[in-house]
Each structure stands twice: as C-alpha cells, then as structure tokens.
C-alpha cells in the first residue's frame, strides 16, 4: 500500500508570507505529526493530529499551526516566514491514537529566502 | 523534561563489520519507549527497531540489536555485518508512554554512519 505522501516535496518562499504543507497518511491510518528538522536544531515535534482534533503541540510560536481533515490527511501552515524557518519538515502517520509505530514521509524541503 | 544525547557525530565501519552507535536519555518516568531510526539520503525516516521500557530483554531485528541499560540510562544499537546500504543518519528516539501517544517523540542529534567497501 502507499506510503505516508508529503507535498510539494520542494519550496522556496521570501520572508514575510506564508506557506501550506500537505501530508496524506497511510490508508487506514489515523494519527498524523509534524516535526521540522534543521542542522542546528535537530528533529523538532511539532503537533499531533488525532481524529481532526490537535492532541501534542511542541515548542513553537503560533504561525506555526495545522490541521486535519476527516479523511484523516493533514496541513500545516506557516505565517509570517522567517530564515529560520528554512527546513525539512517531516510528517509521520500512525494506525491510531497510542500506536507506538510511526512512519514518516519523505520531508519537504522549506526554503525561505 | 526528557532529554536523548547521541555522543558520536560521525562513524564508519568497514563493509561486513559490526559497528555500536550510542545514546543516553534522561526521564525520570519508568514508562517509555525507545527508538532507532535510520535516515537514508532519501531523507525518509525509516524505523529500524523499537524497546519497551518494561521489557528487560533486547530487542533484536535481524542484524540489529540493542543494549538497553535502563539503570543507566543507555540505549546502544549494535549493527551487524554492516552493509553499503546501512549508510545513513541514525537518530536515537524516546517517548513517553502515557495513553500511548507517539506524538512527543524527542530525538537525538543523530550519528552519521558510513560503511566503506
């Protein structure tokens, strides 16, 4: 069956607008999270999506949010981008709320210049 | 506050060796799980083996294994006759395990490990 799908897999946005990522997670799955990975900062959590409703949120100022859908794929937005934005931002699918087994995407590659 | 510390920034191993990556966590809570992952550089996460902190036993996959030493805090991960393709980042991973969400996964630095023919 198909993996976890981010898109676009590439992006370059100028500082000051904003951006929307896409992840659809595995067919039956229902749990989905974002990270955002940097060399100086490493692996991030970002938020959890669980049955359309946001269940974690990591350390991160508000322009970053998300949400999910009902078929369970899952955004996440971007206000206001800053340099430091500049990232690969990972989305992980899990079969429910409690799996302890994630499965991640291939990333896309955040550019802010 | 749960913390993964990965000592080795960089490791090579000859083909058909074995090579141990380190990681040391800290939590004061006794109901956790931790993770190997593998990143290629495909970038795709890639789970590589998985230890519940109440097992005591060491989680084996093929020619993975860890040493989990829960006293002190480490999680090693041992790799087998190492092969080209193992050549990846390895990050070591904790979560906590209350209501079993895997969404606060907290990750080490990351070891880059290269295998040479």
């Known amino acids: 069956k198909a993996g976890v799908t981010q898109t676009p897999r590439y992006l370059i946005k100028t500082r000051g607008q904003q951006v929307t990522l896409s992840c659809s997670p595995i067919?039956?799955?229902?749990?989905v999270s974002w990270y955002q990975q940097t060399p100086g900062q490493g692996l991030q959590f970002l938020f959890e999506?669980?049955?359309?409703?946001?269940?974690n949120k990591g350390n991160f100022p508000g322009r970053f949010s998300g949400r999910q859908f009902s078929n369970s794929r899952s955004e996440m937005n971007v206000s206001t981008l800053e340099l430091g934005d500049s990232a690969l931002y990972l989305c992980?699918?899990?079969?429910?709320?409690?799996?302890?087994?994630?499965?991640f995407g291939q990333g896309t590659r955040l550019t802010v210049v | 506050a749960q913390t993964v510390t990965q000592s080795q920034p960089e490791m090579s191993v000859q083909e058909a060796e074995t090579v141990t990556l380190s990681c040391t966590y800290d939590t004061s809570e006794n109901n956790y799980y931790l993770f190997w992952y593998k990143q290629p550089p495909s970038r795709q996460m890639i789970l590589v083996i998985r230890?519940?902190?109440?097992?005591?036993q060491n989680a084996t996959e093929n020619r993975f294994s860890v040493n989990f030493q829960k006293a002190a805090k480490s999680f090693s991960l041992k790799i087998s006759d190492s092969q080209l393709g193992d050549t990846a980042m390895y990050f070591c991973a904790f979560t906590l395990n209350y209501g079993g969400s895997q969404g606060n996964l907290i990750f080490g630095k990351g070891t880059k490990l290269s295998v040479k023919p």
């Open positions: 067919s039956g799955h229902r749990s």
């Open positions: 999506y669980f049955s359309e409703t946001q269940r």
């Open positions: 992980a699918s899990s079969l429910s709320w409690g799996s302890t087994e994630a499965f």
């Open positions: 230890q519940e902190a109440y097992k005591q």
